[in-house]
């Protein structure tokens, strides 16, 4: 019922900067968060951000604050990622309907299908 589509990805040289963008269709109309997760092969999903449906509250892994913000746009959400190191290469996945933020095991209802962020040394 939520289709999501992501672009942005790419291969960055450590320092650089990316802008990962999302996408949703269909029925969008939900008061819970959108943000993104992100997965090496072999390690588990982890969370990134988060940014409430108002656009009033972000929510980041600790690793990345400072360095990426999120916002959003309509039906649209950003991920903007600066001063990227080789640690935050990872499949990065936009996620709709986002819950149980800020515990130890976020999750979220829908997915999209994933952009590659490649940052090299």
């Known amino acids: 019922q939520v289709q999501l589509v992501e672009s942005g990805g790419g291969l960055v040289q450590a320092g650089g900067s990316l802008r990962l963008s999302c996408v949703a269709s269909?029925?969008?109309?939900?008061?819970?968060?959108m943000g993104w997760f992100r997965q090496v092969p072999g390690k588990e999903r982890e969370f990134v951000a988060a940014?409430?449906?108002?656009?009033?509250r972000t929510y980041y892994l600790d690793s990345v604050k400072g360095r990426f913000t999120i916002s959003r746009d309509k039906n649209t959400v950003y991920l903007q990622m600066n001063s990227l190191k080789p640690e935050d290469t990872a499949v990065y996945y936009c996620?709709?309907?986002?819950?149980?933020?800020?515990?130890?095991?976020?999750?979220?209802?829908?997915w999209g299908q994933g952009t590659q962020v490649t940052v090299s040394s």
């Open positions: 269909g029925r969008t109309f939900s008061s819970n968060a």
């Open positions: 996620a709709a309907d986002v819950y149980r933020i800020n515990t130890a095991t976020p999750e979220a209802s829908y």
């Open positions: 940014i409430s449906w108002s656009g009033g």
